[in-house]
């Protein structure tokens, strides 16, 4: 595709509940981030994956979120017992080469997340 | 660790002119990347400006150019003849250089300066 997407762009779940996050990166991008935006920071990286494999998941807060890519293209983000902690924007960003070399990174929309 | 930090909140300027946005920054690092994005009111970032820490030049692209100061560890952003749609979240963020052992080049972000444009 032209960009990065992502869905759903809201998400609003109860306290308790699963939610799954998608992202589909830019076509032929091999390297795919997560990070999370509380409101009024900036973005903290969550995940980092090269293809299919996961390389990097040091900044996951816990073992109830977890991320996958298994055919190196589109990831979900899945969150098991949702907190009110959780709020925030979820962010996947791209890049076409190995993570490198200061290659830009290019970010979709976000998905808000709402946990009542 | 690196720490990225961004002491303006919020700015504001009027249409046409020149607004400057300031950051520093922490590392041992001797080479490393800079960015600055733009995360309007419709969340997507947008990349304006990137700039590499060996090249003494500093990068322009357009309105938009920086001051780096390397010995400082100082990244400030210049917008100029400022327009209605630069009205936005400006980010500064930074990225190691992929090294040996291959560490993940995630970026780490300031918490942002508010910058509005005012017609």
């Known amino acids: 595709g032209a960009g990065v997407s992502q869905s759903p762009r809201y998400k609003v779940a109860k306290r308790g509940q699963d939610v799954a996050l998608r992202c589909d990166p830019i076509s032929g991008h091999v390297s795919l981030f997560w990070y999370q935006q509380a409101l009024g920071q900036g973005p903290e990286f969550l995940t980092y994956f090269q293809n299919e494999a996961q390389l990097d998941k040091s900044g996951l807060p816990s073992d109830r979120f977890f991320a996958e890519r298994p055919e190196g293209s589109v990831s979900t983000l899945k969150i098991q017992r949702t907190q009110q902690e959780d709020s925030a924007v979820y962010l996947c960003?791209?890049?076409?080469?190995?993570?490198?070399?200061?290659?830009?990174?290019?970010f979709g929309d976000g998905t808000r997340l709402s946990i009542l | 660790a690196q720490t990225v930090t961004q002491s303006q909140p919020e700015m504001s300027v009027q249409e046409a002119e020149t607004v400057t946005l300031s950051c520093t920054y922490d590392t041992s690092e001797s080479n490393y990347y800079l960015f600055w994005y733009k995360q309007p009111p419709s969340r997507q970032m947008i990349l304006v400006i990137r700039q590499e820490a060996y090249k003494q030049q500093n990068a322009t692209e357009n309105r938009f150019s920086v001051n780096f100061q390397k010995a400082a560890k100082s990244f400030s952003l210049k917008i100029s003849d400022s327009q209605l749609g630069d009205t936005a979240m400006y980010f500064c963020?930074?990225?190691?250089?992929?090294?040996?052992?291959?560490?993940?080049?995630?970026?780490?972000f300031g918490t942002g300066t508010l910058l509005a444009v005012q017609p």
């Open positions: 960003a791209s890049s076409l080469h190995v993570s490198g070399q200061g290659q830009p990174q290019h």
């Open positions: 963020a930074f990225m190691k250089e992929r090294g040996y052992g291959g560490a993940t080049n995630k970026l780490i």
